[in-house]
């Protein structure tokens, strides 16, 4: 009796499902690099601003990060965004790059890291509206259900950590203004990313931050001379991890995932720059803060189901 043997067909080493879920962790592992260095340079504006205004910190944090990008840039030999994405570059670099950091930096003069933290992610909740109008990312029910658990805490946080309450003070009204500047810039970058390389990107909107701070120049300038030599070293960190590195991360993020689920992870940003703040700069966090803290936590974690 003759038998034939069946021959089993190849198959790949990794299910199908891990295979599928490489981008998705690759995506995760990506915002987690940027909320980590984001969180820290709420911690070195902070710093760098006892010497340095607003608008000379962004110039110099700018000027750092674009030079970086840039050698990557050209090594790699990246396409730059096609003239088309002009409009969008220029939308993106200014509110993000330029007027964000302006208004952040001088807001940290008048408000502790901590606290700033918690206003501008009040930017997510805009983000997520933002994307589900402009971009028509729509509005999941885990999506709206982890934004408002996280904004509770982020609310939390900003009173505990505020010593009279979250007051409509000047400090606190350009928070606003970077959050809202920053969601608008999310908006404008995401479409970019589906015709260039997040790299390519965050490297022409950076440049034009750059550009819309120029005339910062002279006070950089004269603010340098009589800068201490920590102030640069944070300077040269905000423009070469914060800026350069954490936002190619973002983008390269943001192409694998909504700008609205993208918006409501960075709520991981405030406990982050909270505990960076009490280990660096002494800032110790009141004990309602760990609640908003895990709040914070759980509303990032409920934007990622579903």
């Known amino acids: 009796m003759n038998t034939q043997t069946q021959k089993q067909p190849i198959t790949d080493d990794h299910p199908p499902g891990v295979a599928a879920r490489r981008p998705e962790l690759a995506a995760v592992a990506a915002a987690l690099v940027t909320v980590v260095l984001w969180a820290s340079a709420f911690v070195g504006i902070r710093a760098a601003g006892e010497d340095f205004t607003g608008g000379a910190l962004s110039l110099g944090r700018l000027l750092v990060g674009s030079l970086v990008l840039g050698a990557f840039v050209l090594a790699r030999r990246e396409r730059l965004p096609p003239r088309p994405d002009v409009p969008g570059l220029l939308i993106c670099g200014l509110l993000w790059f330029g007027v964000y950091n302006v208004a952040l930096n001088e807001a940290e003069r008048r408000v502790d890291a901590g606290t700033a ?160 703040g009490w280990a660096v700069l002494a800032e110790t966090p009141p004990a309602a803060a760990f609640l908003g803290g895990a709040l914070c936590l759980a509303g990032a974690a409920l934007t990622r189901r579903g």
């Open 117 to 276: 933290a918690m206003l501008v992610n009040v930017g997510p909740i805009l983000i997520a509206l933002l994307a589900g109008l402009i971009l028509h990312e729509g509005f999941p029910r885990s999506l709206l259900v982890g934004c408002a658990v996280a904004f509770t805490g982020v609310v939390i946080i900003g009173v505990a950590t505020s010593d009279n309450g979250v007051m409509a003070s000047w400090g606190t009204a350009l928070c606003l203004l970077a959050a809202l500047t920053y969601a608008g810039g999310v908006v404008a970058q995401k479409p970019l990313l589906t015709r260039s390389s997040a790299l390519a990107v965050t490297w022409s909107a950076c440049t034009v931050g750059v550009v819309a701070c120029l005339p910062f120049a002279p006070t950089l300038m004269n603010e340098l001379g009589e800068a201490r030599t920590s102030t640069v070293a944070w300077t040269l960190y905000l423009g070469v991890g914060p800026t350069a590195l954490a936002f190619t991360t973002w983008g390269y993020a943001l192409t694998r995932t909504t700008a609205g689920r993208m918006g409501a992870v960075t709520y991981l940003v405030p406990p982050l720059a909270i505990a960076m």
